[in-house]
């Protein structure tokens, strides 16, 4: 019997089309462009791929009586109630790794957009104005870089940045060895130190009942006058009023946020009206390349799971 599936926040239309043209998946394009459909549809679905926007919760497991799996299309499951799922019988699954390279890449592209304030410059110039003093900025070649989280992505992180010699920092109770191959690298064992020494820090830690609410304000006191701080992995890890109070007070010279406690973001938050505050709609994993292997991994585990019954990255409540 076909299997009816919903690909509920888009994916790599390439991907996309031999999904569709599978005899053994009943696939609903619609259910791409709209929630509203989405859950009109999963009620009989049999499974789900989704990326950050679709809230598999409670109450929307609730609705579906024939789900047995859902496919994380990325890396964080924070948005799949895992121990209902459990107790459903409903499946979940993950693409690990496969849009790191990406949210990498991010985190980096926005150290350099508050280094050289490039997303300050261009908004002054499409005002017409040629502001060279007010943009000086700062090198990245030297700096002192503190990783929050040196999982995969925390790992790459340092990998691509090696190349500007700097000092790098990291903090993770759980890793203890790494590959990294570069010497001027080193672990710390108090999270306390990576906000003192560091002039650039980035988090990349997962969203778990541990990490909720793990930087606030004690952290961005300890913060050097001139440090930047860069979030791309979740919201609910920093407590964003504090983040905000540090940025008026200028405590901390910016940061930016991919990530939000509230995603999207309201149309007019205290969020927005912060100067030295950037803001992009959660773009870590979101470039041709990453959606190009996310899917493919994702239309790989829909085949396994439900062809040779075998369920690959499983994510455990
Ligand atoms: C992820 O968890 O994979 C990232 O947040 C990227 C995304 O889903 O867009």
């Known amino acids: 019997m076909t299997k009816k599936v ?12 031999k999904l569709l043209s599978n005899e053994e998946f009943n696939v609903y394009p619609e259910a791409k462009n709209s929630q509203e459909i989405v859950k009109k549809e999963a009620q009989d679905a049999d499974a789900l791929v989704i990326r950050s926007s679709t809230k598999v919760n409670k109450e929307f497991i609730d609705k579906c009586s024939n789900l047995k799996l859902v496919i994380r299309a990325g890396e964080g499951t924070d948005n799949i109630d895992k121990t209902y799922c459990k107790e459903k019988g409903i499946k979940v699954a993950n693409t690990p790794g496969a849009n790191n390279n990406s949210a990498a890449e991010h985190a980096i592209a926005l150290m350099f957009t508050l280094l050289r ?63 990294i ?26 969203l778990v009942d541990q990490t909720k609410n793990l930087i606030d304000k004690k952290f961005f006191s300890l913060m050097k006058k001139h440090a930047i701080f860069v979030n791309a992995a979740r919201g609910g ?81």
């Open 6 to 17: 919903l690909v509920c926040d888009g994916m790599d239309s390439a991907i996309f089309s």
């Open 181 to 206: 191959g570069y010497n001027n690298i080193k672990k710390v064992e108090k999270l306390e130190k990576i906000f003192e020494k560091s002039d650039i820090i980035t988090v990349h830690v997962p």
């Open 117 to 179: 304030k490039t997303a300050w410059a261009n908004s002054s110039m499409q005002t017409g104005k040629w502001d060279k003093a007010r943009f000086t900025g700062n090198e990245m070649t030297n700096k002192t870089i503190g990783i929050v989280g040196f999982g995969r992505i925390g790992q790459l992180v340092a990998k691509r940045l090696v190349g500007f010699e700097p000092e790098i920092l990291f903090y993770d109770p759980f890793i203890s060895s790494h590959s």
């Open 237 to 317: 890890i920093v407590n964003e009023e504090d983040l905000l109070e540090a940025l008026k007070l200028n405590s901390i010279r910016a940061a930016a946020l991919d990530v939000f406690l509230n995603e999207p973001l309201k149309e007019k938050t205290n969020l927005h009206e912060i100067e030295n505050l950037v803001l992009t709609p959660h773009l870590g994993g979101s470039t041709q390349e990453a959606q190009f292997r996310v899917g493919e991994m994702a239309y790989h585990q829909l085949k396994e799971f439900f062809i040779n019954d075998n369920l690959l990255n499983e994510v455990r409540a």
